[in-house]
Every structure is written in structure tokens, then in C-alpha cells.
């Protein structure tokens, strides 16, 4: 493999916090490269440098659809599509090959099937930026949802998510007893997964 090309592919893997020595690859990112700001999905603007959790291994890219038994919301294809749709500023030519290029080296580690289910990873500090009416993220089982289009659609009004934002709503949502219909609902928000060392065992809807 060309030199060249194994740079493409350790920047595109740095954009899923994937470091080359997870993969074996020797070629190293310069630093101011490894900094750039990314675009999140929804248009949230997250600084790497903010990231204070370790890179996960490649084997947590490996999250397939474990719908356990009290799994209460499956993850939607829409969420984890964007995943890969996370992009660095630099137009959208450049993302469009660091995607191809994402999903050729996962496809390799992993399988395409594997490919559909990585999903974007954010660490509870993360999530706890996301607490106001302009950005309302919560957290349910260990997935991220952003909930600031549902604030005002909520039938148990707006204030009440508004006082889970940031935080994981779990317990609430669950011991509020809310109907299948809401459980259904919550797909069409969830944005991502809670990184594996900031996951919490999960609830079961009784
Ligand atoms: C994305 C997250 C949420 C969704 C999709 C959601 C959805 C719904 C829906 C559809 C209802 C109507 C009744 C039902 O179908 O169960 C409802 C009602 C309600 N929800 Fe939520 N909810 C969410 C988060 C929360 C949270 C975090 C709380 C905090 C306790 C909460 C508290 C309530 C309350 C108090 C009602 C009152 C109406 C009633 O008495 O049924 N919800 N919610």
C-alpha cells in the first residue's frame, strides 16, 4: 500500500477516533491535523481537543445491534448511517472520500454488515453540553438522543425533558411508565451511543 494511501486512511480513521496504532498503521498524524473541529450529525460543532476519554479500541467500533432484552429503543439505521457522515471542514469533496475511505477500512476490519451499526460514540461530559432549548441532548440506556425538536412536542411538556438535558433520563423516562408509542418514538431522535466506559447497566421497561 502506498504511502499516500495509508495516510488517507489514518486521517479518515482518526475522524472515527480510531488511532493508526490500533490498526497497526505507522503513519502518524501531524498534530494540527488531528485537532480540527468536526461536524457532528445535526450540525453540533465539537472540538476533538474536548475529548477527553481515551480513542476507543476498534473492537468498540464492532457494536452490533445488541438488542438485549430490555433494549427499549433499536437503533435506527438513520442514526448509525451518520456515523460516517461525520465530517472534517474540509468541503464536501474531502468528506465524501474520507467516508469511502472510512467504510472500505471498516468493511475490511469488520464486515459491511458490522459497517451499518457503528454509530457515533459521545462520553457523558459530552452529552452535558447539550442542556438548553437551542440544544437539548438526554440519555436513555446508554443512547444519545437530541431531543430539541421533540421539546415542544412533548406530551408531558417541554420543561420536564428540559430538566433531564444533559443528564441520562433513564429512570425518569421508564418510571413515568410512557406508552410503546413513546418507546417507538425514540429512534427517529437517538444521534449516537455513550462511550463504552461511561455506560451505565441498563433498565428494563417493566
Ligand atoms: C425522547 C424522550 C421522550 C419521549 C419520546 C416521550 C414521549 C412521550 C409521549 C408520547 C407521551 C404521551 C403519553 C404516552 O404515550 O406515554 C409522553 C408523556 C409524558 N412524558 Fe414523555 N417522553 C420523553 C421523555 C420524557 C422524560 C425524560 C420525562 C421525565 C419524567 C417524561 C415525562 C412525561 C410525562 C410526565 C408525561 C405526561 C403525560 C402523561 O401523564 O401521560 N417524558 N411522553
Redesign the pocket.
Known amino acids: 500500500m502506498s504511502s499516500a494511501v495509508k495516510k488517507g486512511i489514518c486521517w479518515a480513521l482518526a475522524t472515527l477516533q480510531v488511532t493508526p496504532d490500533d490498526i497497526g498503521c505507522e503513519t502518524v498524524l501531524p498534530d494540527d491535523q488531528a485537532k480540527k473541529t468536526i461536524d457532528l450529525p445535526l450540525g453540533v460543532k465539537h472540538n476533538q481537543k474536548q475529548n477527553h476519554h481515551h480513542h476507543p479500541h476498534p473492537h468498540a467500533l464492532q457494536q452490533k445491534n445488541t438488542a438485549s432484552k430490555g433494549d427499549t429503543s433499536s437503533s435506527s439505521t438513520s442514526s448509525s448511517a451518520t456515523a460516517s457522515s461525520n465530517s472534517l471542514n474540509a468541503g464536501h469533496g474531502a468528506a465524501s472520500l474520507i467516508k469511502d475511505a472510512v467504510h472500505s477500512v471498516v468493511d475490511t476490519l469488520f464486515g459491511s454488515e458490522d459497517r451499518e451499526n457503528v454509530q457515533p460514540r459521545y462520553s457523558r461530559y459530552d452529552v452535558a453540553d447539550h442542556c438548553t432549548m437551542d440544544s437539548c441532548w438526554?440519555v436513555?440506556n446508554n443512547r444519545v438522543?437530541d431531543?430539541t425538536r421533540?421539546l415542544r412536542m412533548?406530551?408531558?411538556?417541554e420543561d420536564?425533558?428540559l430538566?433531564?438535558g444533559g443528564h441520562d433520563?433513564t429512570t425518569?423516562?421508564i418510571?413515568?411508565?410512557?406508552?410503546?408509542?413513546?418507546?417507538d418514538?425514540?429512534s427517529e431522535?437517538c444521534i449516537g451511543e455513550v462511550t463504552e466506559e461511561d455506560r451505565f447497566p441498563e433498565k428494563n421497561h417493566t
Open positions: 438526554i436513555i438522543y431531543v421533540f412533548h406530551p408531558g411538556g420536564i425533558i430538566e433531564y433520563a425518569a423516562f418510571d413515568k411508565g410512557h406508552s410503546v408509542d413513546a418507546f418514538m425514540l431522535y
